[in-house]
T-cell receptor, first 111, second 111 residues
Framework: DVKVTQSSRYLVKRTGEKVFLECVQD?????MFWYRQDPGLGLRLIYFSYDVKMKEKGDIPEGYSVSREKKERFSLILESASTNQTSMYLC??????????FGPGTRLTVT | GQNIDQPTEMTATEGAIVQINCTYQ??????LFWYQQHAGEAPTFLSYNVLDGLEEKGRFSSFLSRSKGYSYLLLKELQMKDSASYLCAVPVPSNTGKLIFGQGTTLQVKP
């Protein structure tokens, strides 16, 4: 079974803090993705990576950065957290079949 | 460009049949996915259609018409646990594995 894990299910941070969200997959997938999901807005792609050290901006990259130093790990970084980044963050991975496998999500609250 | 349209909400009765529609526009077609997402959880894969016609998988079936840019998910013998959001998604024509997701249809099953 493909497994995608995320470092935290729930996280509370203060405005201005630097936040790291970690995602690890165990299926040797080339592609990894970070989404945020908000009520009424659906899944929105923040960043994705199709190879180690390769990254591309998605639809809403502002305020975020990513790191992919190893194939199995894709990190999302909030350089200076703001209240409008309170959201559910979902990581996903895929191979060349397009089917994406999702992690359990991290519900981040920024106060 | 890519665009996906699906109804925002639907309500159905336990034991009944419900059809969730999805229309899409894409510059190149590489199949269509349906995902199920329960509240507070990650999306999970339901089906993938790449050829026209109906594919049945237990109580769930998915239909595709490429010429019409149209798909539907058919849920039979509805159960309370089918209350969830159903997401339609199509691949972006590229080798990055990106998917474009619809906003999701929230299905409420009532007794």
């Amino acid at each position: 079974d493909v497994k995608v894990t995320q470092s935290s299910r729930y996280l509370v941070k203060r405005t201005g803090e630097k936040v790291f969200l970690e995602c690890v997959q165990d299926m040797d997938h080339e592609n990894m993705f970070w989404y945020r999901q908000d009520p009424g807005l659906g899944l929105r792609l923040i960043y994705f990576s199709y190879d180690v050290k390769m990254k591309e901006k998605g639809d809403i990259p502002e305020g975020y950065s990513v790191s992919r130093e190893k194939k199995e790990r894709f990190s999302l970084i909030l350089e200076s957290a703001s209240t409008n980044q309170t959201s559910m963050y979902l990581c996903a991975s895929s191979s060349d079949s397009y089917e994406q496998y999702f992690g359990p999500g991290t519900r981040l609250t920024v106060t | 460009g890519q665009n996906i349209d699906q109804p925002t909400e639907m309500t159905a009765t336990e034991g009944a049949i419900v059809q969730i529609n999805c229309t899409y526009q894409t510059s190149g077609f590489n199949g269509l996915f349906w995902y199920q997402q329960h509240a507070g959880e990650a999306p999970t894969f339901l089906s993938y259609n790449v050829l026209d016609g109906l594919e049945e998988k237990g109580r769930f079936s998915s239909f595709l018409s490429r010429s019409k840019g149209y798909s539907y998910l058919l849920l039979k013998e509805l159960q309370m646990k089918d209350s969830a959001s159903y997401l339609c998604a199509v691949p972006v024509p590229s080798n990055t594995g990106k998917l474009i997701f619809g906003q999701g249809t929230t299905l409420q099953v009532k007794p």
